[in-house]
């Protein structure tokens, strides 16, 4: 059963690194259920609909354009199983410049809701909370992305 957990995370988060390499709205959009949540240190955002989910994200690509991202890598991805169609997970970004200097990391802790076995549908975050890297926490269970 975890073998299926962890696909279902390695496909999840790869389309959500697809999409913010691509800046692709849809790609990304397609990785949450809505409404969902965001949570930074300077804010929490509540997204009922696409429509605030895109100015959401039109602000946050926006600032990866300007800081030239051409990189992203999960360094770290670790994952518990909560409830038999929810997970946690954790995992710790490092966002890269054109001239391959680091812009920002963080750990960002998602809770995500699991497809049944077979679904069409890939597995969605519901909630998303960063915070800064030294916040990192290692769930029982690694993964690995990129």
């Known amino acids: 059963m975890l073998e299926n957990v962890e696909q279902q ?14 800046y692709n709205m ?13 949570h930074t240190p300077e804010k929490i955002a509540y ?9 959401e ?3 946050i690509f926006t600032v990866l354009k300007h800081a030239n991202i051409t990189k992203i890598v ?3 991805a670790s994952y518990n199983k ?17 001239s391959g200097e680091l ?9 995500v809701v699991l497809q049944d076995e077979g679904a069409r549908e890939q597995s969605k975050i519901v909630s998303v909370v960063s ?3 030294e916040n990192s926490v290692e769930l029982p269970y690694t993964f690995q992305l990129n």
Do not use: M, R
Request: glycine letters at 2%; charged letters at 15%; proline letters at 1%.
């Open 103 to 111: 812009f920002t990391d963080f750990t960002a802790y998602y809770h």
């Open 82 to 98: 909560c409830h038999a169609q929810t997970v946690d997970v954790c995992i710790d970004w490092l966002f890269y410049d054109n």
């Open 26 to 38: 849809q790609t990304v959009l397609n990785c949450y259920h809505l409404p969902c949540t965001l």
């Open 9 to 22: 995370l390695v496909t999840l988060f790869t389309h959500y690194i697809e999409g913010f390499h691509s």
């Open 74 to 76: 999960a360094s770290k």
């Open 131 to 133: 915070h800064q890297i």
């Open 47 to 55: 997204l009922q609909n696409e429509q605030a989910f895109e100015q």
């Open 57 to 59: 994200f039109i602000d």
